[in-house]
């Protein structure tokens, strides 16, 4: 029960900044709530490159996540059995990034995403 709760919650917190990722790559002018607030408004074009990395990134941790669960990708189930730990340095490591900004658009909105996400990932890791 609590790997599937766990997947799902994972699922569901990814799509935000998946989508935020996707929308700053093709100009949304919400560079305040990203990289502490240092871009407001279009990042540049450069930055908007690494946001679409980001979201290729976010694209593969679910993959990761979806096929230690089960659900999907079974020829990856046994890279998914030690990849769901990349998981977990990741959304752990983003969490806490998100918990010290000096953006406080980036802390209320970003870090209890990332709060869901390294938790259920850890859930997903120890099942």
Do not use: D
């Not at 919650?9 to 093709?26: E, K, M, S």
């Not at 990761?64 to 769901?84: D, H, L, P, T």
């Not at 730990?85 to 806490?96: E, G, Q």
């Amino acid at each position: 029960m609590y790997p599937t709760i766990a997947t799902y919650a994972f699922l569901t917190a990814v799509v935000v900044p998946l989508a935020f990722q996707i929308a700053l790559a093709f100009g949304a002018p919400w560079g305040h709530l990203t990289l502490g607030g240092r871009f407001p408004g279009k990042l540049p074009f450069a930055l908007r490159i690494v946001a679409l990395m980001q979201a290729g990134m976010l694209l593969l941790l679910t993959g990761i996540v979806v096929s230690k669960s089960g659900w999907a990708f079974a020829e990856c189930q046994e890279f998914s059995q030690w990849g769901i730990w990349i998981v977990v340095a990741v959304s752990w490591l983003t969490w806490i990034l998100n918990l010290v900004t000096p953006s406080r658009g980036e802390r209320l909105l970003w870090a209890p995403l990332a709060g869901v996400l390294a938790v259920s990932s850890v859930v997903l890791a120890r099942t």
